[in-house]
């Protein structure tokens, strides 16, 4: 029987973190496995181990082993934990989470009755997840990696986190982000540095790097992250993993701190293409609270799982987005692209040179993508804030001075830079804003002349950085899908010859996440590129 032994907390960057102590017991098939001793904060675990394997386990997998009786979603929680225990403060020291939820063994008690009593409520029954810490949680913080917000407990949960339990999904943790999500990296005040399980010494990507991470490192099995210039899609490339940013609209950001309310969106990371389409089933839809999404109504197909379909690349026509190759890139990046090119040829597809008209106008500066969102921010955040009373600050200004923030290079003078726009009714801002309309009509005129199904381009040209570097803004190509709305999705794409990973993305149309899901899962199967990271292997030698 598995006991709670205390509950601690762990002082770590400035703030308290809770941290359960738990006593592991497991039975499998009728056989009974000796308990294992977790400490969060020391990683200590027996060498007598559980029976059950859950490193690269998808999302079927594990319902089969659930509906098999060789496993229940409480035991599937305390093996995840058990992971997080060995590999998040300790081993790899990867520091990918935020906060262990207190209740998700007791979710997980509920809904093993409850599949007992009626049967699985959906795909996602009793499956553990992570959540980003920019999403709203009654279980905990929701902090957004500042130490300005931390400790803090939200009223109600974010929509799509209500999805996600409506569908019997258990949230095991939160993970680090970058503080408020502004930036490409995973740094912030309230955890310090996110590193890639894959390169200890080097950035996971950003924002949503501490979801990347703890997915990477099987630490759940699968995780929420969000969008607005590449923060799900970077750390997906960087961490090997399967990432999709949606049309504009697609999902509920009701509940997801903002960064900005033009660009957002939150989304699902996942180790396959099968288990993100089946968190998008959950996930998407009309939200009354945010009217982005009434769009999303009559786009949404029955099941995005209907489009995994391993032919999927035969007779589709892909441009490659030569603008993309500029002057930063590492060309081993590159090269594991270029093959890919030959892999899509060789699944049936077929694939052309794409050179986008008037790329200078459309996209002046690298940096421009920051523009609006950084006008935007403090607007957005004042108003989350003002929407929540029980928030510790009201406002970014009560923010810049309790002084509880990062001073690294990507965050503060971000934060102050956005501070000091006095209004969003400038011609500046209303230019860019329309000149998203007109990114938009250029791409989907060069689809539309060239008869194409996707772009494919690199999500990012070059090798993650390390973590005392900066991300290069020329090297980043999230701004195609992120100032356009259309959707996109990251697949892994290979290895460098030095084992860093590398990701492919594809670009559709309007509403063509089915299209996307259907070319990437067709790359994903007949590739497998998807391996786990070395630094975080198996609680487990072997399997029963």
């Not at 996110?194 to 991470?213: D, E, I």
């Not at 759940?220 to 949606?246: E, H, K, Q």
């Not at 791409?443 to 090798?463: G, N």
Request: hydrophobic share 40%.
């Amino acid at each position: 029987m598995n006991q709670i032994g205390s509950v601690g907390t762990h002082a770590r960057g400035g703030a308290r973190w809770l941290q359960p102590v738990i006593l592991l017991s497991f039975a499998f098939a009728g056989v009974l496995v000796p308990s294992v001793l977790l400490s969060p904060w020391t990683g200590a675990v027996s060498a007598e181990e559980p029976r059950f394997d859950v490193m690269e386990a998808t999302i079927p997998e594990l319902q089969a082993a659930l509906a098999a009786g060789r496993v229940t979603s409480r035991e599937l929680v305390d093996i995840y934990l058990a992971r997080i225990a060995a590999y998040d403060q300790q081993g790899a020291n990867l520091n990918a989470i935020s906060a262990i939820n207190p209740r998700a063994r007791a979710t997980a008690e509920a809904l093993d009755a409850e599949r007992k009593a009626k049967g699985p409520r959906s795909p996602l029954h009793g499956i553990p997840i992570i959540v980003k810490d920019n999403y709203d949680t009654v279980d905990m913080q929701t902090a957004a990696g500042s130490r300005s917000l931390a400790e803090w407990i939200p009223a109600t949960d974010a929509v799509q986190v209500k999805r996600l339990g409506d569908a019997g999904a258990i949230i095991v943790a939160k993970s680090n982000m970058h503080e408020f999500a502004y930036g490409w990296e995973t740094i912030g005040s309230l955890f310090g540095v996110t590193r890639n399980p894959y390169a200890l010494t080097r950035n996971p990507g950003g924002s949503s790097g501490g979801t990347g991470t703890a997915v990477a490192a099987n630490f759940a099995a699968v995780g929420m992250g969000s969008d607005t210039c590449g923060s799900i899609r970077v750390p997906a490339s960087f961490n090997n993993l399967v990432g999709l940013r949606g049309t504009q609209g697609i999902s509920s950001r009701t509940g997801i701190l903002p960064l900005s309310h033009t660009q957002d969106i939150g989304g699902p990371l996942a180790r396959t293409v099968t288990d993100l389409a089946i968190v998008l089933d959950a996930t998407v839809g009309y939200d009354p609270a945010d009217p982005q999404t009434a769009e999303s109504v009559g786009n949404i197909p029955t099941s995005y799982t209907a489009f995994l379909d391993l032919n999927g690349l035969r007779g589709a026509r892909l441009g490659t987005v030569t603008n993309f190759f500029g002057p930063v890139q590492d060309a081993s990046v590159v090269g594991v692209f270029r093959r890919a090119l030959d892999q899509l040829r060789a699944l049936g597809a077929e694939v052309v040179d794409l050179t986008i008209p008037n790329w200078p106008a459309l996209f002046k500066d690298p940096l421009e993508p920051y523009f609006v969102l950084s006008q935007e921010f403090k607007f957005d955040l004042n108003a989350y804030l003002a929407d929540r009373p029980t928030a510790p600050v009201r406002t970014l200004e009560e923010v810049l001075a309790s002084g509880k923030f990062s001073t690294h290079e990507t965050v503060e003078p971000r934060l102050r830079n956005s501070q000091s726009v006095a209004t969003l009714d400038t011609k500046e801002y209303h230019e860019h804003l329309a000149r998203r309309t007109t990114i938009k009509r250029a791409i989907l005129q060069a689809m539309a002349e060239h008869r194409l199904d996707a772009l494919v381009y690199p999500t990012v040209t070059e090798k993650a950085p390390l973590l005392n570097e900066l991300q290069k803004a020329e090297s980043i190509t999230c701004y195609l899908s992120a100032n356009s709305g259309l959707p996109a999705i990251t697949v892994p794409g290979g290895f460098t010859d030095d084992g860093f990973p590398v990701g492919v993305e594809l670009l559709g149309r309007p509403w063509s996440e089915p299209a996307l899901i259907k070319l990437a899962y067709a790359y994903e199967q007949a590739t497998r590129h998807r391996r786990p990271p070395a630094s975080t292997p198996p609680l487990m030698s072997s399997q029963p």
